[in-house]
């Protein structure tokens, strides 16, 4: 049962960067998913969530109109789709199943890491 | 949104009661029913802890309890132990159909 996110990295202030999360051993198509991140020793921000058809989804003011969430239940991931980024935006990660107001599984975190 | 206020560190001895709390406003924490707990250990992905204020998921020990007034939300660890320390964030659903965490409250078992 995980939750597998991939595609973090160092880019430069500006760029862009894609990030998926892929979901095993656990129903995924059903749940809403979020996305949070943790800047080095500070602590977790939520920035956005996604519905489990895809046809919902909201975002934190400080993302907002950079950020995007998709998703495929066919291949059982979420993606986070960043632009503009910025110093500010580098943090850990993570994407996780929500339940109940909550998250019940999270993914081990990827690393993005903007350059000025 | 501006991040729920939780007390930075509490502390205590074993076997002792610590409580942490979570104080939001009547757009997060005061209009629903939606408060999350989670405990994160360093370099480790945070964990639900208690979910809907006061429901334990299953394995987590009972020695963790949850409370609600008004605005404000309360962990409590009961019977604290070692393995207990660890940094706590708690998270509120808002009117606005997004979520908002904690500051973070960091417990130290002396």
């Known amino acids: 049962v995980q939750l597998v996110e991939s595609g973090g990295g160092l880019v430069q202030s500006g760029g862009s960067l894609r990030l998926s999360c892929a979901a095993s051993g656990l129903t995924f198509s059903g749940y809403w998913m979020h996305w949070v991140r943790q800047a080095p020793g500070k602590g977790l921000v939520w920035i956005s969530q996604?519905?489990?058809?895809?046809?919902?989804?909201t975002y934190a003011d400080s993302v907002r109109g950079r950020i995007t969430v998709s998703r495929d239940n066919a291949k059982n991931t979420v993606y986070l789709q960043m632009n503009s980024l910025s110093a500010e935006d580098s943090a850990v990660y993570y994407c996780a199943r929500g339940y109940q107001w909550g998250c019940d599984y999270w993914g081990q975190g990827t690393l993005v890491t903007v350059s000025s | 949104q501006s991040a729920l206020s939780q007390p930075p560190s509490v502390s205590g001895s074993p076997g002792q009661t610590v409580t942490i709390s979570c104080t939001g406003t009547?757009?997060?924490?005061?209009?629903?029913?939606?408060v999350s707990w989670y405990q994160q250990s360093p370099g480790t992905a945070p964990k639900l802890m208690l979910h809907e204020f006061s429901i334990r998921p299953s394995g987590v020990p009972d020695r963790f309890s949850g409370s609600k007034s008004g605005n404000t939300a309360s962990l409590t660890i009961s019977g604290l132990q070692a393995e207990d320390e660890a940094d706590y964030y708690c998270?509120?659903?808002?009117?606005?159909?997004?979520?908002?965490f904690g500051t973070g409250t960091k417990v130290t078992v002396l």
């Open positions: 996604i519905s489990p058809n895809g046809d919902r989804s």
């Open positions: 009547s757009s997060d924490i005061g209009s629903y029913n939606s």
């Open positions: 998270s509120s659903h808002t009117t606005t159909s997004t979520y908002v």
